[in-house]
Antibody
Framework: QVQLQESGPGLVKPSETLSLTCIVSGGSISNHYWSWIRQPPGKGLEWIGYIYYSGSTNYNPSLKSRVTISVDTSKNQFSLKLSSVTAADTAVYYC?????????????WGKGTTVTVSS | DIQMTQSPSSLSASVGDRVTITCRASQNIGSYLNWYQQKPGKAPKLLIYAASSLQSGVPLRFSGSGSGTDFTLTISSLQPEDFATYSCQQSDSTLTFGQGTRLEIK
């Protein structure tokens, strides 16, 4: 059974780059799309972007200028970088598998990791 | 961007009640609509995909319907473990979520 685990610093200073990794276990990263989603405290879910195992990406237009998602198939993991962070980027960050079965949906999620932007 | 609007934003109900949550898209999305359940401090859980397909392992009391711009999630008989926040999500190329509906115990 596929499981996802986010990892990375819990505290990032303003103007710096947030970096997170999602390790995929129990299955291969190949032949799937992989997403990052975040949830600010007390607010709804916001999609950040996704990557196909081959490396093609799609980003939320509102974050596109600051986001890079990459994949390392040899390590069965994918990563998120968000540059020039501000307090508004404080959130729980989730990674998820975006599955395709004639329709797209996110069927496996990590537990989430809290990132606080503060000096 | 496609905007997703859920109603109500919050809802109080009792165990055994039938509950319906509505999600409206700002443009036609066909059946590209998913529903998630989220409990405090936990990751979202997929309930319904493609508007009406029940995810494996999800109880049959959950059902989804609709197409185009108007969608509903129905819980036929509320159980104690169903009190949570429910979010819709359109699965077009640029994904967007509704703002969530918080289902509370009356």
């Amino acid at each position: 059974q596929v499981q996802l685990q986010e990892s990375g610093p819990g505290l990032v200073k303003p103007s710096e780059t947030l970096s997170l990794t999602c390790i995929v276990s129990g299955g291969s990263i190949s032949n799937h799309y992989w997403s990052w989603i975040r949830q600010p405290p007390g607010k709804g879910l916001e999609w950040i972007g996704y990557i196909y195992y081959s490396g093609s990406t799609n980003y939320n237009p509102s974050l596109k200028s600051r986001v890079t998602i990459s994949v390392d198939t040899s390590k069965n993991q994918f990563s998120l970088k968000l540059s020039s962070v501000t307090a508004a980027d404080t959130a729980v960050y989730y990674c998820a598998r975006r599955r395709y079965n004639y329709y797209y949906y996110m069927d496996v999620w990590g537990k989430g990791t809290t990132v606080t932007v503060s000096s | 961007d496609i905007q997703m609007t859920q109603s109500p934003s919050s809802l109080s109900a009792s165990v055994g009640d039938r509950v319906t949550i509505t999600c409206r898209a700002s443009q036609n999305i066909g059946s590209y609509l998913n529903w998630y359940q989220q409990k405090p401090g936990k990751a979202p859980k997929l309930l319904i995909y493609a508007a009406s397909s029940l995810q494996s392992g999800v109880p049959l009391r959950f059902s989804g319907s609709g197409s185009g711009t108007d969608f509903t999630l129905t819980i036929s008989s509320l159980q104690p473990e169903d009190f949570a926040t429910y979010s819709c999500q359109q699965s077009d190329s640029t994904l967007t979520f509704g703002q969530g509906t918080r289902l509370e115990i009356k």
